[in-house]
């Protein structure tokens, strides 16, 4: 008997051990449905390996990347790798094909960008406005600070890294470029460009692109240079005194040579120095002394104005055979400047003889 109750106490141990573990098996199998695992494995993403092609029209490029607006307005920005192949030019307006692997994202490396169509840039009208936008703009508002903007005019003189752009208003405004610009060739001195650059136009703004429209026309000829320089119709020593401040630096309210000069201080000081009485903006001295409306009919120890309509903006004192002595921010310094060139003709608002 007591054998008997042995073997049934083992039997019933063994069946406690066995639906244990069948317990814990099954606790095992809830634990793999658990939610969180499920998201786990959500996260855990297969390699794709597809390749994917959109075609639009490119609205912005910059070095690292690319933006184009499909038919229906949806932009999409691509990231430009080492690796990318780029064919074609990548200038505003051109229809392109971007290829890449996998789903869409803001901003995935491109594998391939294509030029389907080329905008023909040198047909434009070459019409332009600080207030008119002239390229393709997202289907909904953008910020001012995004926006596309454009500005045609004549180029009156251009470096590496900066161009100054004659507007049709008479105003002139300096172009900076970077790594990032993108410029047609054929961008010289006289002919006619288009500068895109994002939010409002602003002296001193950064170009994203310049396009090359035309060539300038043949400019009129010049007027018949004033008369050189003699000691003896300047008896007041204004040029002789002008002339010995050439190099002084420029600086923005400056009018000595210890604090630099800008434009209106350096005719200030000159003329108070050799006892003229002078006012210390530039509106205030453009009405003083005789108006003069030509060129030629100025004279050593004249003053000179230069701006955009009947606004000037700045001036000098002309020293006779076309040169001027002027403070030029610009130059970053007090310089001779040769005024018989197109560009200050086009801009003369007035001379003045003291």
């Not at 039997?11 to 069948?22: E, R």
């Not at 006619?192 to 950064?206: H, Q, T």
């Not at 000829?221 to 190099?247: F, M, N």
Request: net charge negative.
């Amino acid at each position: 008997m007591k054998k008997r109750n042995s073997i049934n106490g083992a039997i019933i141990v063994i069946s406690l051990i066995f639906m244990t573990v069948l317990l814990l098996a099954a606790c095992g199998s809830d634990a793999d449905n658990n939610p969180e695992n499920e998201l786990l494995n959500e996260l855990v993403v297969d390699p794709v390996d597809s390749l994917t092609t959109l075609t639009g029209i490119l609205i912005e490029a910059t070095l690292n990347a690319i933006t184009i607006q499909m038919s229906d307005g949806t932009t999409y920005t691509f990231g430009i790798g080492d690796d990318t192949i780029i064919e074609g030019s990548e200038f505003l307006g051109n229809t392109l094909s971007v290829s890449f692997f996998g789903h869409y994202t803001y901003g995935i490396i491109a594998d391939s960008v294509k030029t389907i169509i080329e905008v023909d840039h040198a047909a434009s009208e070459g019409k332009g406005s600080t207030n008119d936008q002239d390229a393709p703009q997202p289907s909904e508002p953008a910020p001012a600070e995004e926006t596309i903007w454009y500005m045609t005019g004549t180029v009156v003189d251009i470096s590496s890294d900066t161009m100054h752009l004659l507007y049709e208003d008479g105003k002139t405004y300096r172009v900076l470029f970077d790594d990032n610009t993108k410029k047609d060739s054929g961008i010289v001195v006289g002919c006619v460009a288009r500068v895109f650059r994002k939010g409002s136009m602003r002296d001193g703004m950064l170009a994203i692109e310049v396009q090359f429209i035309s060539a300038a026309p043949t400019p009129a000829p010049a007027p018949p240079p004033p008369p050189p320089y003699d000691p003896d119709t300047d008896p007041s020593g204004i040029v002789e005194h002008a002339r010995s401040l050439v190099g002084f630096a420029f600086t923005d309210g400056g009018a000595s040579p210890e604090n630099g000069f800008d434009s209106s201080g350096f005719i200030y000081y000159v003329l108070s120095r050799n006892g003229v009485s002078c006012p210390r903006t530039t509106r205030e001295q453009t009405a003083i002394g005789q108006k003069i409306t030509s060129y030629a009919d100025l004279a050593p120890g004249d003053l000179v104005f230069f701006g955009e309509g009947a606004t000037a903006q700045y001036g000098g004192i002309y020293v006779g055979g076309g040169v001027m002595i002027y403070s030029s921010s610009r130059a970053g310094k007090v310089t001779a400047s040769d005024i018989t060139q197109q560009w200050y003709i086009d801009s003369f608002v007035s001379g003045a003889r003291i």
